[in-house]
């Protein structure tokens, strides 16, 4: 508070000196470029609705006056607070400008959502109230894409125990510690879209596929990976698993690393041992870093698409279809942008809702425990 | 001609002896009276540009795209003045696709801006983002360019929509339509009687199998499958044979069980058209009257139950319900899984030259099966006659010019001139004899004697461009409707035949009425009076 205060002299390079007419010249300026600003937009928005003819061929007279208006609030903080005004110039520009690069597109993502806007008809744009939520609501399409991603971020719980035991190795003493920490991390290191060609459709190719040929090699007699609904989603999850459990596994050995010897020394005289001193100690006093890996990687997975949309396209049958992919098929494939935007923007909002809950939770419950 | 096809043909020749007795018969050409030559100055041209590099002297550049451009000049000669264009410039949009089509444009139509003075500026646009910018550009009214490199597919997009100007009578003179292959006459490349479209590719799909598999003694069967009731008897038939070739498991027909961005429905579309099609009808996807689709019909539920019962039967390889045609193709005929397939040209051509090809001295080609008996639509019965549809996937590429230049005279006709040079007749033999990416699509094209003496091994020449000929004049020939979004339509089905083939529908006419009742929904959504204006429109109704 104090350093806020004018009386802190510390703080303060040059007194202040407002005079009314100062502060009244910095309320002009924000209202009057705001009222500039407003009345362009709205001779613009009445020429867009076909009102009148204002002879703007595009919306940038508009943005120019969203300019101005920025540029005089961030002026007029100085006229009318000083050197408080200042400090404000710090954050305030930057805070304009993730505004407009944030709310602004949403605002628009919304006013798509709830249109239908197909970019083949020649109608164009059409508001259509919430028709698209009721389509949604019944499109089996969607929902199997839902139910999917269920599977998908449970499984995570199974590349989190891999990602841990994998990172307990890498922080014990083995040979070639170094190396190991570098080979894990490869999968890592590789797009998305050349896994799903290298892997997925080349070494998984059923007939020639160095992985085919070893399971005809172990006895099977036609392997398949992509035929039934289960295998193909195993399969899915193990190709994406692959690719991310050294992100959850490098996070979970910067953990490890970060436990002080004392603690784990202590445990040892005191006879804890193995088992014991992993779940009595190291558990969990990993939480904290094991809850932070889980949360991303759910991020993470929430916008799985790239394997599917090259290895399966959501087949087969649907089976390995994911939100995202679905979106993808619906928004690049058929044009069809009001309605992926209102399924986009349902998604974040479950994204939102369901990630909020999760934190919650596990500041709830994942404190550490010592 | 694609550059897969032309390093086929190259892989093809015989020896160099070959060449050289196409050399030697270009030779004598030359030395024959002045008289004899004048009066083939045409057939020169012709035959001197097929020299540019020279078959199998590696792959042409940019210099000898000028070259040939150069010495194709003569028909905007005859109908510009040099230097008319002065001050002229004109945005030609197009692909980059393999660096081919729009570098070859510009080599071109290098020489063509000097003659005339007009300049051009280029957007190249990879394959995949050409749709979305196409779609873009229409949708948000900031059509940018003047000359559009587009399918026929599109023109429901863009001359339903009147983004398009109308092509001038000198310029069908002077590209001289009426060599155009049967199908890519009108009513492709028009709309309500109007004509805008330069064709400058051809596109159909053709019959590939193994003839290892047929003939007399062989596991196939004596014939090859001429019906799609036979491809399918003879897919079950061949279940537990061994491949000649690989002593693998034999089997019979690819179908491509998974979606392709859209592209997968052209294959339940190959056997369907068969079905379907009758040669009294153009329309076969929907009724042009009402735009109900057509796809849940009995002839195409055929075509479905067709594919469901090689799957239940087990006719497919492993894993083919997570097969696109890329994979039935280049993944499994190629590399000697399965012997009947059906694709674009492409396949031939890798046939020979590929590294992963095996089939190359055992590939034979011919058109889309038929069927032995057909659905008459308006009749609303089954006709016990037999009936042949091949299909024109894709329909092709062509050049043309969009609204903006409309109100310019000058400009209009620099446009439509800039175009029509691209898609003259000579300059059409080269691209059609040289890796361009388009396709031959001009009926003298197929004149094989032209592509011998130019240095082509005539056996595989005519046994690779016969199938497409055929194709491409055969009188009921299936083309696909040229309406907005019919890509949509295509990526909806796809979903619906995945969930089909993968057991979710109780059986093929309850998959065939998801499809149905998703179209119906695109239909209403882009606009059903719009497009079964547009839809009769492109049929020339």
């Known amino acids: 508070m104090s350093v806020m205060s004018g009386a802190d002299h510390l703080h303060i390079v040059t007194s202040d000196d407002i005079s009314p007419g100062r502060v009244r010249a910095g309320k002009l300026l924000i209202w009057g470029s705001a009222a500039l600003m407003v009345v362009i937009a709205l001779v613009q928005l009445g020429q867009s609705l076909g009102w009148w003819n204002a002879g703007f061929t595009t919306w940038r007279p508009t943005l120019y006056a969203y300019c101005l208006w920025a540029t005089a609030v961030c002026w007029a903080q100085v006229l009318i607070r000083g050197e408080q005004g200042k400090r404000t110039l710090f954050v305030l520009p930057a805070a304009l400008f993730v505004i407009s690069l944030t709310v602004f597109p949403l605002l628009f993502g919304l006013i798509i959502a709830f249109s239908s806007w197909n970019l083949s008809s020649p109608d164009g744009r059409q508001f259509n109230g919430v028709a698209n939520l009721v389509q949604m609501w019944n499109d089996p399409f969607y929902w199997n894409a839902m139910g999917n991603m269920v599977w998908y971020v449970l499984v995570i719980i199974v590349e989190y125990a891999i990602a841990f035991g994998l990172a307990l190795l890498l922080n014990s003493q083995i040979r070639a510690r170094k190396f190991f920490r570098v080979a894990f991390l490869l999968p890592l290191m590789l797009s998305p879209v050349a896994v799903s060609w290298m892997v997925g459709k080349s070494m998984l190719e059923a007939r020639f596929g160095p992985i085919s040929r070893l399971a005809r090699a172990l006895g099977v007699d036609n392997p398949s990976f992509f035929e039934s609904p289960w295998m193909a989603k195993a399969t899915i999850m193990i190709l994406d698993a692959w690719t991310f459990i050294p992100f959850m596994m490098i996070m979970l050995l910067a953990g490890l690393q970060s436990i002080p010897k004392e603690l784990t020394e202590a445990a040892k005289v005191d006879g804890a041992k193995g088992w014991k001193a992993f779940w009595e100690i190291t558990f969990p006093l990993m939480l904290p870093v094991s809850v932070t890996a889980i949360l991303i990687r759910i991020i993470f997975k929430l916008k799985l698409a790239d394997i599917v949309i090259n290895v399966t396209s959501g087949g087969p049958g649907g089976a390995t279809d994911t939100v995202t992919s679905f979106i993808f098929r619906e928004y690049r494939e058929r044009s069809n942008v009001g309605y992926g935007t209102m399924l986009a923007m349902v998604y974040l909002v479950l994204i939102v809702i369901f990630m909020t809950i999760l934190m919650k939770w596990a500041a709830r419950y994942a404190r550490p425990q010592t | ?541």
């Open chain 2, 1 to 541: 001609m694609k550059v897969g096809i032309y390093n086929a043909l190259m892989g093809a020749q015989i020896s160099r002896r070959r060449m050289l007795q196409g050399a030697t018969a270009l030779s004598a050409m030359a030395a024959l009276p002045m008289t004899a030559r004048m009066a083939s100055a045409q057939d020169n041209i012709r035959a001197e540009i097929l020299k540019i590099p020279g078959v199998g002297m590696g792959s042409p550049t940019d210099a000898d795209w000028q070259k040939v451009g150069e010495m194709c000049l003569g028909a905007t000669k005859a109908s510009v003045a040099e230097g008319e264009f002065a001050g002229v410039e004109l945005t030609f949009m197009g692909l980059n696709n393999q660096n081919l089509h729009n570098f070859l444009f510009r080599g071109f139509l290098t020489p063509w801006e000097a003659y005339t003075g007009a300049k051009i500026n280029w957007i190249d646009l990879a394959q995949a983002d050409y749709n979305s910018r196409l779609q873009q550009s229409i949708a948000t009214g900031t059509v940018d360019f003047d000359i559009i490199e587009m399918g026929a597919p599109f023109e429901g997009d863009t001359a339903g929509k009147g983004l398009l100007d109308e092509m001038p009578d000198w310029v069908s003179a002077q590209i001289d339509e009426s060599d155009l292959v049967g199908y890519l006459q009108p009513p492709v490349g028009t709309w309500n009687g109007k004509k805008y479209r330069i064709t400058i590719d051809g596109d159909c799909h053709t019959f590939a199998y193994r003839k290892d598999y047929f003939g007399e003694g062989a596991i196939g069967g004596a014939e090859v499958p001429k019906t799609w009731q036979d491809v399918n008897a003879v897919s079950k038939a061949l279940i537990g044979k061994t491949d000649p070739l690989t002593g693998l498991p034999a089997h019979g027909y690819l179908d491509p069980l998974k979606g392709w961005g859209g592209f997968g429905m052209y294959f339940i579309a190959n056997r369907a058209t068969a079905y379907v099609k009758h040669p009294d009808d153009p329309a076969w996807l929907f009724d042009p009257d009402t735009m109900k689709p057509r796809v849940n019909n009995p002839g195409w539920v055929q075509a479905i139950q067709d594919v469901m019962d090689l799957i239940a039967a087990g006719a497919y390889p492993a894993d083919q319900i997570n097969a696109d045609p890329g994979t039935t193709a280049f993944s499994q005929f190629l590399a000697g899984t399965g012997s009947m397939l059906m694709w674009w040209g492409d396949v031939g051509s890798s046939a020979r030259t590929s590294d992963t090809s095996v089939v190359g001295d055992v590939a034979g080609f011919g058109i889309n099966p038929g069927s032995t008996r057909r659905y008459n639509s308006a009749a609303g019965a089954w006709e016990e006659t037999a009936n042949e549809a091949p299909l024109m996937a894709y329909i092709g590429w062509g050049i043309y010019v969009t609204s903006r230049v409309s109100g310019d005279e000058k400009k209009r006709k620099a446009a439509w001139s800039a175009a029509a040079h691209l898609g003259g007749k000579d300059l059409s033999l080269w691209t059609a004899a040289y890796p361009s990416g388009f396709q031959p699509y001009r009926n003298s094209h197929f004149d094989y004697a032209e592509w011998e003496a130019a240095g082509y091994d005539r056996a595989y020449v005519e046994d690779y461009l016969s199938s497409n000929a055929d194709s491409y004049n055969h009188p009921n020939a299936a083309i696909e409707p040229r309406i907005p979004g019919i890509f949509q339509y295509y990526s909806v089905a796809e979903d619906e035949l995945s969930k089909g083939f993968a057991g979710q529908y109780a059986s093929a006419q309850e998959t065939a009425d998801a499809i149905a009742a998703a179209w119906e929904k695109i239909t209403d959504q882009i606009g059903r009076e719009s497009q079964i204006a547009l839809y009769k429109a492109s049929l020339g109704m």
